[in-house]
């Protein structure tokens, strides 16, 4: 809210050039507008209507994005230098939680579902193609082992797989 006491004549707004005492009362006056508009949301109580996960997690990092961007703006317009304050860290860190919790929208139609079971199935194929060479391998040695055996008997005069040994 505008201070009363620097908009009044006679106040430190007074020493100020023109164009930055017109800048200042705009920025006033924007504030005030601001604080009207968010004056209903914060008295409005949340708990009483159920809202989705979705909605929550991107009213929280709004909330946050919002007063990080403030404080920048509070520390930018106070000259102090930003290029290496936590703040750039903060918004950077910010703005990735904005992405990550962009995937989960329900109006997007490559959202991760909410659930595991909505999930739709993925073949892992070079998992499958090893997995098939391995058994069709293994199937395919034990059947090159069959016709030896059988032939290797065959050669010795049995017929049979449970022919014994010849006496």
Excluded: W
């Amino acid at each position: 809210r505008p201070r009363e006491c620097d908009s009044k004549p006679g106040g430190r707004m007074d020493e100020l050039p023109a164009e930055i005492h017109n800048s200042v009362q705009q920025l006033e006056e924007s504030l005030a507008s601001l604080s009207g508009d968010i004056e209903p949301l914060l008295e409005k109580d949340f708990d009483k209507k159920p809202i989705r996960d979705y909605d929550t997690a991107e009213m929280h990092i709004t909330k946050v994005y919002s007063l990080a961007t403030l404080y920048y703006m509070y520390l930018r317009a106070n000259g102090v230098d930003l290029t290496s304050h936590p703040i750039q860290d903060l918004l950077d860190r910010i703005r990735l939680y904005f992405r990550k919790i962009k995937r989960f929208d329900p109006s997007r139609t490559d959202a991760v579902p909410a659930a595991a079971s909505d999930m739709p199935a993925r073949v892992d194929v070079p998992a499958a193609e090893r997995f098939l060479r391995r058994s069709i391998g293994a199937a395919q040695i034990r059947a090159d082992n069959e016709a030896l055996e059988r032939a290797a008997q065959s050669a010795k005069g049995n017929t049979g797989p449970n022919a014994g040994p010849a006496q």
